[in-house]
């Protein structure tokens, strides 16, 4: 079992920047494939982007690509994700999920994420 704590979220003003963290409790990231969701509200969750085991290979959702940047600290056992360029539409709850089977690093679709955390708000003002 892995419990996964999402932080970072926050307000910022559009064109601002935040970066999120996700911890994993008592362990490392390096056997888990990893990703970002976001869910905005009435919404449901989408995918924004993911990093293999290894950390060599990442995925972008479109809508995110050139502005966020996922990353993992094997050691800490934390996973990033730098947000830059804000725009109100990136306004949502964020969530941190791990995957023990996925290991390439492009999987986009909720079901193939084992563990999830509670989430952490993100709301950006134009």
């Known amino acids: 079992q892995v419990q996964l704590v999402e932080s970072g979220g926050g307000l910022v003003q559009a064109g601002g920047s935040l970066r999120l963290s996700c911890s994993a409790s008592g362990r490392t990231l390096n056997n888990y494939a990893m990703a970002w969701f976001r869910q905005a509200p009435g919404k449901e969750r989408d995918f924004v982007t993911a990093?293999?085991?290894?950390?060599?290979?990442?995925y972008y959702a479109d809508s995110v690509k050139d502005r966020f940047t996922i990353s993992v600290d094997n050691v800490k056992g934390t996973l990033y994700l730098q947000m830059n360029s804000l725009k109100p539409e990136d306004t949502a709850v964020y969530y941190c999920?791990?995957?023990?089977?996925?290991?390439?690093?492009?999987?986009?679709?909720?079901?193939?994420?084992?563990?999830w955390g509670q989430g952490t708000q993100v709301t950006v003002s134009s």
């Open positions: 999920a791990a995957s023990r089977s996925q290991n390439s690093g492009r999987g986009s679709y909720t079901t193939e994420y084992d563990y």
């Open positions: 990093i293999s085991r290894s950390g060599r290979n990442t």
